[in-house]
């Protein structure tokens, strides 16, 4: 099975000034950050980068920004994801003016999987959009997520052209790869984990191309994939087993964790999130990080 994305592909934050402004001296030097820090791809606006809460034009900056600072150096993968189908098209429209290597997207937020042909539908009308860009389904099921069952995924992967990869994060995430990788062949280029990367090392046994998790550790993500595809796999366990306690903090406040992190590592700013306090971090759940990452730091690269 050829896969031309394969690894670590990190999601950059949106960085924002105090007052809510989109950081656009920040994000290019995050952008450029992961790069250094070995991840083997970028991927944006989506979740992690507050996506939905982007204006049309910030969502258009922000792709233009991203695919400029990596400048071919590693595949950018583009969010298309949108309240709406005609948002969807135009937001992959837009990754491909701006060079991107690929798209991601869930079906639009008001559709429900239980409408299998308005999902197929949306698929066809994304890959036209994206114009032979290699389009990912991400299968999620968070608060604007409608997870699709393995047949829905397998018709797409099959049926539409250029629909060809997945990054699988719903319930049950890890038997659904089994489930797509053993029943798709050629239809499917990859399947990719989320979930910040929880769940890497089972994951790639059961044949995942990579992972995209958040950016805060690029550099400790990409010595877990480099150790599991040099088939070092206690080196790999290892590593992991250093990162957890970040990646369980995430959980608990998710982009502010990131945001946070990314400040302290001085790749950003400011920590500001939008639609919330900057920070929902108290004083012991700062002490707490002070301690994660006190364990951790010896394996930051950049």
């Known amino acids: ?10 999601i950059p934050v949106t960085p924002f000034e105090p007052r809510g402004e989109i950081d656009e001296t920040s994000l290019r030097r995050e952008v450029d950050w992961c790069v250094r820090a070995g991840a083997h791809g970028i991927v944006a606006p989506v979740m992690a980068s507050e996506g939905p809460t982007l204006t049309e034009d910030e969502r258009r900056r922000v792709t233009r920004i991203v695919t400029e600072t990596a400048a071919g150096r590693v595949p950018v993968v583009i969010g298309a994801s949108g309240a709406s189908a005609p948002a969807s098209i135009l937001y992959a429209r837009w990754a491909r003016e701006a060079g991107a290597d690929a798209v991601i997207a869930t079906p639009p ?14 698929y066809r009308a994304l890959a036209d959009a994206a114009d032979g860009l290699p389009v990912f389904i991400q299968n999620w099921a968070g608060p604007t997520g409608w997870p699709l069952n393995t047949p829905q995924l397998l018709r797409l992967l099959a049926e539409i052209p250029n629909v060809s990869y997945l990054k699988e994060e719903a319930a049950g995430a890890a038997h659904t790869m089994t489930a797509v990788l053993a029943a798709a062949g050629d239809t499917c280029q990859g399947v990719m984990g989320g979930m910040g990367g929880r769940y890497l090392l089972d994951e790639f046994r059961r044949g995942a191309c990579g992972t995209m998790p958040a950016a805060q550790a690029p550099d400790v993500h990409a010595r877990v994939w480099n150790a599991l595809d ?31 992190v990314l400040r302290r590592r001085g790749v950003i700013a400011h920590a500001t999130v939008r639609g919330r306090s900057a920070s929902p971090l108290d004083a012991f759940d ?16 950049v």
């Open 1 to 10: 099975m050829a896969q031309s994305f394969r690894g670590v592909f990190a």
């Open 109 to 122: 937020y008001g559709v429900r999987a239980t409408d299998p042909e308005a999902i197929f539908a949306f």
């Open 230 to 260: 040099a088939g070092d796999e206690a080196e790999a366990r290892r590593v992991f087993n250093r990162l957890l306690p970040l990646l369980n903090l995430e959980g608990l406040f998710s982009t502010a964790l990131c945001k946070e």
């Open 286 to 301: 700062h002490r707490e990080l002070d301690a994660v990452l006190g364990d951790l730091s010896e394996l930051f690269t």
